[in-house]
């Protein structure tokens, strides 16, 4: 199926019955039909082939659901990898491979040996993409740990953990009232007394929780809220939101914000090298 698209361009469509190889991926026989996508910085180029971008679908889609992102960062990190090439040890391979069964589930021999033949991945093929993923988390680390302090340290706030007290309602007026109501009573008091003197429209739902996060993880509104603020309401995933700060503490460069520190700084030189580089998808 062909459909126009309309801010230019066509739209190529197709099914089958059959689970197998797509219809492109199976007639890509000739060398320039086979890349879904180059990129290049200055001199360097990368190709990402179209076995590679099926490979991607099947480790990360159910995880990462913007594949076409994750295909460009992983040129952007083989481009690096071309230039510095890690030294990989045995007992490095080995523990790798040992974190990359576990965090598949295969805890056995016979479930790995399972799985590799379900992905079609022969032994040789497995260490090379335990060994490719070993070597993209150190050039990971190289570009992170030089800037993790530096960025925690301008970027303090956002990473100060706060609990909160929050009420997602499924009615939107009755969200709106509740957060008058919140402002004098404090928010539980308010959902008791909402609970206690109103009987819920046929089909509102109402879900109060408390919860932990960092405050780069929460939800716009409440990220810069002070203490006792109450905030909202706010529309979330379709549902009403309404919420107070319980509690703000000092932000810590401990594990856990380590490694959301660390995320933010490799998704930033992602993006600081995607904007430099000429990305060019080979659309069959």
């Known amino acids: 199926m ?10 190529a469509v197709s099914w089958r019955a059959e689970e197998s190889d797509p219809w492109a991926l199976d007639h890509a ?14 001199e360097d180029r990368h190709f990402v082939t179209n076995q590679h971008a099926l490979a991607a679908l ?15 960062d992983g040129a952007m990190l083989a481009l690096e990898l071309q230039r ?8 490095e391979i080995q523990r790798a491979a040992d974190d990359f069964r576990r965090v598949l589930g295969l805890r056995t021999a016979e479930a790995t040996h399972r799985w590799m033949e379900q992905m079609q991945i022969t032994p040789r093929r497995f260490r090379f993409i335990v060994s490719d993923e070993l070597m993209v988390a150190k050039v990971k680390e190289r570009i992170v740990a030089p800037e993790v302090e530096r960025y925690f340290a301008e970027h ?12 997602t309602m499924s009615d939107a007026r009755m969200a709106g009232e509740l957060g ?3 402002a004098e009573q404090g928010l539980l008091g308010a959902v008791n007394a909402r609970l206690a003197t109103t009987v819920a429209a046929a089909g509102s739902t ?6 932990d996060a960092r405050a780069c993880e929460l939800p ?25 700060v319980l509690a703000r503490s000092p932000a810590v460069l401990d594990s856990r914000t380590r490694a959301l520190v660390s995320a933010r700084v490799l998704r930033e030189w992602l993006d600081r090298r995607a904007a430099q580089a000429t990305i060019r998808w080979h659309w069959i």
Do not use: C
């Open 180 to 182: 008058l109501n919140a």
């Open 156 to 167: 303090r706030p956002a990473f100060e953990p706060v609990r909160y007290l929050r009420v």
């Open 206 to 211: 109402l879900r109060v929780e408390i919860a």
């Open 220 to 244: 716009p509104p409440i990220r810069g809220a002070a203490l006792g603020a109450i905030v909202g309401p706010f529309e979330e995933n379709g549902a009403s939101v309404v919420a107070e």
């Open 84 to 91: 510095d090439r890690p030294v990989l040890l045995p007992e």
């Open 58 to 72: 099947h480790f990360t889609a159910d995880r990462n659901p913007d594949v076409m992102r994750e295909l460009v």
């Open 29 to 42: 026989q000739h060398w320039a039909a086979n890349y879904v996508l180059s990129v290049g910085v200055g």
């Open 2 to 11: 062909l459909i126009d698209d309309p801010k230019g361009g066509i739209v």
